[in-house]
């Protein structure tokens, strides 16, 4: 089993969550197909197959922390899986890996599976292998048993522009020689490029964000894998 997940950033409304479920739920896959809506959307998730993850969370359960979201109300919601350190998070909102540790933390003591995102940027290229040891240098001590590592870098983001498959094997196979976690590879993936990704040895699956962005397209990447 891999897993196909779905983010859709900052976008959809409570209509279309309505009938992106209804179309999803029209579709089985021997697969773990997961979709990360926006925080007020979760709700209209309630009777959707599929499991549902957050785009990200607070540090805290609760307490004083004005315009944070609780994990704890993202369990309540049904979410068993929550995204952290995506890089619009790190690069728009200067998350740290400090931070994305700490989120960690939460969520394993929650038991709500993180879906942590690491990835080079354009200029780092040449280093990926210096960047992505810094950015994983705190998992050597933590445990990530239920944990998901996703590859994204950042260049391949929102630009149609991807690794070759050589050079995301290489990625994959250094990642699982340091963690024990499975790695999805996320970068304008789309329903011509989704198979061959998806099939590169040590990938455990994609994190798709455009492409997840119609149930139409979504479901086109679940068959085109599938076959
Ligand atoms: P993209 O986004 O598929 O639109 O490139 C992926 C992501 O940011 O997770």
Not at 96 to 108: G, W
Not at 178 to 192: E, K
Not at 193 to 211: E, K, M
Request: charged share 20%; proline share 4%; glycine share 6%.
């Amino acid at each position: 089993m891999k897993f196909l997940i779905a983010n859709w950033k900052m976008n959809g409304d409570l209509h279309f969550a309505e009938q992106y479920v209804q179309e999803m739920n029209d579709i089985s896959s021997e697969h773990e197909i997961i979709i990360c809506p926006p925080f007020p959307l979760l709700l209209k998730f309630k009777d959707c197959v599929h499991s549902l993850g957050a785009q990200n969370c607070c540090f805290a359960s609760d307490g004083a922390f004005t315009g944070e979201v609780s994990p704890n109300l993202l369990k309540e919601l049904g979410c068993t899986y929550v995204i952290i350190g995506h890089s619009e998070r790190r690069t728009i909102f200067h998350e740290t890996d400090a931070d994305i540790e700490q989120k960690f933390k939460i969520l394993s003591e929650l038991k709500l599976n993180p879906i942590v995102c690491i990835g080079e940027k354009e200029n780092e290229r040449d280093n990926w292998k210096g960047i992505l040891s810094k950015q994983i240098s705190w998992m050597q001590n933590a445990n990530l048993e239920n944990a998901i590592i996703a590859y994204e870098p950042l260049w391949s983001i929102g630009t149609n522009i991807i690794p070759t498959t050589n050079e995301i094997s290489e990625v994959a196979k250094f990642l699982k020689s340091q963690i024990d976690a499975p790695v999805t590879y996320g970068g304008s993936v789309n329903a011509s490029n989704a198979c061959t990704i998806f099939n590169i040895p040590n990938i455990d699956g994609l994190l798709i964000g455009r492409a997840s962005w119609t149930s139409k397209s979504f479901a086109e990447i679940i068959r085109e894998v599938e076959e």
